[in-house]
């Protein structure tokens, strides 16, 4: 009866965690990486998920954990909820998602489709190309040398566009409806040689600290 009752409690604490989206820190030497997972799917929902360099694997899905993707790696769908994704160099990737955590990268990643988090932020270096959109709600985006396909999005974030980088479709501001409001006016950077191709849209106030050199297409107001 104790058994039965501590695995019901068991279960029932992994509920709770997992609706509240609290955070569980985890020795990551307490979990044991399996080397024979290269090309196959890593579900996991406790422990960091550390992929060796030059191992190319399926989908990651890790509840309570951050992802490392070393140099010269690869993967499908990369998904975690409590952690962040750390990308090294020369890494292919379909999509990264994050909820509490950020997505940091190195030089020349390559994304087929989307990057996005909710509470954290987006860096990516040099030689990286995203196919469609970046998005935060509330956390920084900043790119540097980096190629955007499609949208670049946040809602109580700000966004820099640094170093020669450039966005193919718009940088949108979406509005916050009144919550987080003590986040104070996001900020829209863009350096010299950065362009913007598509549209500006500010859907809420929002501070411009574009270069006289930078390329922005046209930018409206909708507030």
Sequence with gaps: MLKLTLARNFILSIAVLSQTACVIEVDPDDWDWDEAHNGRDVDRMFGKVDIDEGRNTGDIDSLNGGVVMRDNSSAERVETVNGSVRIQDDVTVESVGTVNGDIRAGHNLRVDKNLST????????SGS???RDVKTVNGTI???DSEIGENV???NGDIKILQGSKILGDVIFEENHGYQ???GRPRLVVDAGSVIHGTVHLYREVDL????NAEVNKIVEHY
Excluded: H, M, P
């Design 129 to 131: 190309i995203v196919k």
């Design 209 to 212: 600290e574009i270069d006289e």
């Design 142 to 144: 900043r790119l540097r």
């Design 181 to 183: 409001s003590s986040w």
């Design 153 to 155: 999005a946040t809602v």
């Design 118 to 125: 909710v509470n954290g932020g987006i860096e990516l270096q």
